[in-house]
């Protein structure tokens, strides 16, 4: 089992998180959709994790100005090439004391 994984027990966390880095956060009833904004820019998403990555996306990118497809990054096209799962010890697997 990995150390986290998205599931509806984190979603008060990754508001408080959202609300810890400033952001208002909202449920837009209309549209069934998290939402946050700061400083003008304004983010939707199915989930809280989901809103919480894509905040992480612009806090990575830090855009000065809006322009179109300002998160994109393809330096990598990881999708269609990504491996197969790695050798590594989980912390959960590990005999912590």
């Known amino acids: 089992m ?4 998205e599931y509806s027990n984190i979603s008060n966390t990754a508001l408080n998180i959202l609300d810890k880095k400033g952001y208002q956060i909202w449920f837009d009833e209309r549209l069934k959709m998290y939402c946050a904004e700061k400083n003008g ?12 990555g ?10 000065t ?3 179109e497809y300002w998160w994109k990054d393809d330096d990598k096209n990881w999708l269609n090439n990504l491996r197969k799962k790695p050798k590594y010890t989980s912390v959960t697997d590990k005999n912590i004391r």
């Open 54 to 63: 894509l905040i992480s996306i612009y806090e990575f990118k830090q855009p």
């Open 65 to 67: 100005i809006y322009k």
């Open 2 to 5: 990995p150390a986290l994984s």
């Open 41 to 52: 820019w304004d983010f939707m998403a199915d989930s809280p994790s989901g809103l919480l």
